[in-house]
């Protein structure tokens, strides 16, 4: 069984509830993967995570490949979580704007929630 390490940060999921994308079992474990790494501590970089400057600080955009399509989480990393903003199906080369707008908006809001700095 897993059990989160004290020093390890939580996961914080700004959008619905925590449901996982219709991934298959081997994206899902290397989404599981890749997001334990970051609650760890670990920055990811490319191939696997780019940063997202345009979305805000410390924001990120993970890449999870998958049979037919490639997957996306948007998070942002704070001192005490990772952030969720949005989980996606990436279907052209760049990221839409709609999702942009969206994962900003997200961000606006938690951080006049919480008190966070930018």
């Known amino acids: 069984m897993w059990v989160m390490h004290p020093a390890d940060k939580p996961l914080v999921w700004l959008h619905g509830e925590i449901r996982t994308p219709p991934f298959s079992a081997a994206a899902r474990r290397d989404a599981g993967l890749l997001l334990r790494r970051l609650q760890k501590g670990e920055q990811i970089e ?57 994962c900003r908006a997200r961000l606006r809001n938690y951080i006049r929630e919480t008190g966070q700095t930018n």
Request: hydrophobic content about 35%.
């Open 46 to 102: 490319l191939p696997h995570s780019r940063p997202m400057p345009e979305v805000g600080v410390r924001c990120h955009e993970l890449r999870i490949l998958d049979r037919d399509c490639t997957w996306r989480v948007m998070y942002r990393t704070e001192p005490d979580a990772i952030v969720v903003l949005e989980v996606f199906k990436k279907k052209s080369e760049q990221t839409p704007k709609a999702i942009m707008q969206i």
